[in-house]
């Protein structure tokens, strides 16, 4: 007894003394990183994989103008978007389910991100005009600008880079509906995002995203089928289309709440592929996402018809649970899927934690994986641990988001950060010069703040080294989550 009263005098005094205002109803124990800190990181970020013409306001100084002719190939304005992580390719795919999933963290964590919140909707606008130019034609989606293959041959600035910025498209002849329900996905998400600070904008992105997803699911076909030579080995879609289509239709739903896509979801669910026990979520991927957001509309928006859904998504908070059959953690304790580019998973099932988090605490259910009850306080703390190992609580005390912490990776392979910067040196560094840089272990001059690698190894080993892409090339998709699951840590440590 008189050690309690002794513990809340001495809190009593820290509280009078402290600087900082004590908050009793953030978590009692104090948070070991500023999620602050790295939420203002994983959002500078994206100004460093910017294509297209710069704003004024631009934070990621080292950065210069670049694609400046982009579409001018197919005579259309492609200019803008993001390269999607270390080549100066703009790969459609992945640029639009980056967008989806800043729009998510958005919707479910802008509550709370207070001045990072217009920072974060820039992020998604930089993206979104740049969807809506590729979609600018009916029946038709430009899918990427650049040659993968002979970019991927030159180690060179995006400000100087020379090889052909070729435009591929998808259309009624040749199909996409991976592509194209995912770019839907992404134009409705962020209608959402922008429905009260920009009304206008938000119903311009509605509009193309119902007639996106029209063509989606009219002229069926995966991208990768017309696109092979283009687009694979690097984003070809190896789950096929279904889950686009019903991830696709699962946004649409909640953007519009025209009854048409409740209805498509009751019909296509299964045939779909709701049910199936594939538990990984990305890029390729997004039978989870749409699990999980169609639980939602279950658990929060009780829509008695998406039941089944909770299941479902049971199934996956069951798959990644430490100790469950199917999942696999490093010895130091991270989530361990493939070995190239494993954060990815990391912070999109980290998000998927914390949002089903709050949809079953607003529910006041659990999860219950054969007989082991689940609860959503659980579910965080398994987020947390995997948020802190990414930001340095791991064997080799690494930061894996540059900038971030004490130590992180000094060598990513990412050609704009390990190439001296414009104003370093103006002249223009020829297509293979730049791989005597590559190859070298001098560290990158320009530092890419933010970015978040793809991570260590089995064995919790990273080489950092710049030709070792798998491990050490940042990605648009591997912040995209992060952005929400850190704007909730630091809202719940009571540093926002």
Known sequence: MAFSLYSCLLLLLLCVFSTTPCHSQHHPHFATHNYRDAL?????????????????????????DSGLSDGSAMHVDLVGGYYDAGDNVKFGFPMAFTTTMLSWSVLEFGGVMKGELPNAREAIRWATDYLLKATAHPDTIYVQVGDAVKDHACWERPEDMDT??????????????????????????????????????????????????????????????????????????????????????????????????????????????????????????????????????????????LHDYKGHADNFICSVIPGSSSAQFTPGGLLFKMGDSNMQYVTSTSFLLLAYAKYLTKAHVVVSCGGTTVTPKRLRTIAKKQVDYLLGDNPLKMSYMVGYGPRYPQRIHHRGSSLPSIDVHPGKIQCSAGFNVMNSQSPNPNVLVGAVVGGPDLHDRFPDERSDYEQSEPATYINAPLVGALAYLAHSFGQL
């Open 40 to 64: 203002t990181k994983s959002i500078i970020f994206f100004e460093g994989q910017r294509s297209g013409k710069l704003p004024s306001n631009q934070r990621m100084s080292w950065r210069r």
């Open 164 to 305: 052909p910025r070729s435009v591929f498209k998808v259309d009624k002849n040749n199909p996409g509906s991976d592509v194209a329900a995912e770019s839907a996905a992404a134009l409705a998400a962020a209608s959402l995002v922008f429905k009260k600070t920009d009304p206008t904008y938000s119903k311009t992105l509605v509009r193309r995203a119902i007639r996106v997803f029209q063509f989606a699911d009219k002229y069926r076909g995966p991208y990768s089928n017309g696109l092979k030579a283009i687009v694979c080995p690097f984003y070809c879609s190896y789950s096929g289309y279904q889950d686009e289509l019903l991830w696709g239709a699962a946004w649409l739903h909640k953007a519009t709440k025209n009854p048409m896509y409740l209805n498509y979801i009751k019909v296509n669910g299964q045939t779909l592929g709701a049910a199936e026990s594939d538990n990984t979520f990305g890029w390729d991927n997004k039978h989870v996402g749409a699990r999980i957001l169609l639980s939602k509309e279950f658990l929060v928006q009780k829509v008695q018809s």
